[in-house]
């Protein structure tokens, strides 16, 4: 039997009042951008915005410590807004790709629900699943299924909850970047450079058909980034090189996002090694005047953060949705409840409970009957516990196994009765462990005496500690003795 797995499969947007403003922020690593963007009369307006570096990590800190961290920041920044579009991390996504053949859309949800089940190799009801689908040939399409595991989506709703902020996507940055539903933008490979990572994006056909994060490409080197520019160009023809033909050769165009210092070595290095193949690589600097559909505020820096939030302002869907889906409470109570089982629900809820407050009634009369025993016997119950504690107290003053004479004995017994062993201190710890010292006139006698020590009842690990001089010689062992063997 298959299991109900929930897919946000062409994620279809709720029915809410248009937001006028909205907070965007990405999460990179323990980096975190923000933006406030206005939407007005086709303008964008940018209200305020930080870039700040968390001391908690999101993944491992209490949820309640990074939520208070953000909104401390968010409150130094002056950010008032709560709705928020947030742009996941990269590395928290797993992909899995198929075909989808020409199929009605009930059919192609099953189908690309059992590729899911196939496809990744965590269980499948652990994870919030979205798909992003690009065109082939003969009407059928590539589909590239994405995942994030629920555990951190719902880290991530706590933090936001404790932030006082109210989510209202969950997306990757990289494809707000590069939006790969704008039919221009077709058939590119986009880079952009994070913290830690460089994050890897292909689109063509109208859809996403690859997603990557390359971890270890961007090293901190006492402070300063260094970008392992061979390493990205590596990853990259690998990924191309993984895609069926026909999406490969519509790729031709390489745009890197991200600092000039790191992007424009990047984009020289790219040029070189993949020009010759018929890409052209460009480095990313600003917006497009058309990027959006709207009148863009001058001077606005290229982001995750401000794209996320103003492609959302501007109702372009995201390639991926992860916001776990929320009912409303009528939608809950329509599908647990319906007109025929109502009567029967209500039934067996009143015979519920009342047999529940049977129960109670029941455990009450037992807790009066036990608390008049009680009342009965607790004066003799006191005088017992007394007892018992001073039995407690003063029982090691009267073991009659007395085990330390029964340690001098086996030690007696064991050292010779000539002088040639013989001990200066003994020393016994914890009723058990043992310490002698003393002197032998010589290696032999001491062995001896060992050997008939060893023999003794209750005397376990006999060990030699420490040994100095020839004739007469010093000595140190230890043992442990167990006093019911003995007995």
Request: glycine share 8%; hydrophobic share 45%.
């Amino acid at each position: 039997m298959k299991p109900d797995v929930t897919f946000n499969f062409n994620f279809n947007f709720r029915r809410r009042k248009k937001l006028a403003a909205l907070l965007g922020l990405a999460l990179d690593g323990s980096k975190l951008d923000g933006v406030v963007l206005k939407h007005a009369n086709g303008s964008l307006a940018v209200l305020q915005k930080f870039s700040v570096t968390l001391s908690l990590d999101p993944l491992t800190a209490a949820p309640e410590l990074v939520g208070c961290e953000i909104r401390n920041q968010l409150d130094a920044a002056g950010v008032r807004e709560r709705n928020c579009v947030v742009g996941v991390p990269l590395k928290w996504i797993l992909t899995a790709q198929t075909e989808l053949p020409p199929l009605a859309e009930a059919d192609a949800k099953s189908l690309l629900q059992m590729e899911a089940e196939r496809g990744f190799h965590s269980d499948v009801t652990t994870l919030q699943i979205s798909d992003s689908r690009s065109s082939l040939a003969d009407g059928k399409k590539n589909v590239l299924l994405a995942g994030i595991p629920n555990t951190h989506l719902a880290a991530l709703e706590k933090i936001l909850a404790a932030a006082k902020l109210k989510p209202v996507s969950f997306a990757p940055g990289i494809s707000a970047l590069q939006f790969p539903g704008d039919g221009k933008s077709g058939g590119v490979l986009a880079l952009v450079i994070g913290e830690r990572n460089v994050s890897l994006q292909i689109s063509a056909g109208g859809g996403v058909v690859a997603l990557r994060s390359l971890e270890g490409a961007v090293e901190d080197e006492a402070g300063r980034r260094t970008l392992h520019a061979d390493v990205v160009a590596r990853e990259t023809r690998i990924t191309l090189g993984q895609l069926p033909g026909t999406l490969r050769g519509a790729v031709k165009h390489i745009r890197i996002f991200g600092p000039r210092e790191l992007a424009q070595p990047l984009a020289d290095e790219l040029e070189l090694r993949f020009e010759p193949l018929g890409l052209q690589v460009e480095f990313i600097s600003a917006y497009a005047p058309d990027e959006f559909g709207a009148t863009l505020p001058a001077g606005v820096s290229l982001s995750a953060a401000f794209s996320l939030a103003a492609r959302f302002l501007m109702e372009q869907k995201p390639a991926f949705e992860f916001l776990p889906p929320k009912p409303t409470f009528i939608e809950q109570f329509a599908s647990k409840y319906s007109s025929g089982r109502l009567r029967t629900t209500g039934a067996v809820a009143a015979g519920i409970a009342v047999i529940v407050l049977g129960l109670f009634l029941f455990q009450q009369i037992e807790l009066w009957h036990y608390r008049s025993q009680w009342s009965r016997i607790a004066v003799k119950v006191g005088e017992l516990q007394a007892i018992q504690d001073n039995i407690r107290q003063y029982r090691p003053w009267y073991d009659g196994t007395f085990p330390n004479l029964a340690i001098l004995r086996q030690l007696t017994l064991a050292f010779p009765e000539d002088g040639s062993v013989t001990a200066k201190n003994i020393e016994v710890q914890n009723g058990n462990t043992v310490t002698c010292s003393g002197t032998a006139s010589d290696y032999a006698s001491l062995l001896a005496m060992q050997s008939r020590l060893r023999a003794a009842d209750g005397v376990n690990d006999v060990k030699l500690e420490q040994i100095r001089g020839k004739a007469p010689m010093q000595f140190v062992f230890a043992f442990t003795f167990n006093n019911r063997g003995a007995e």
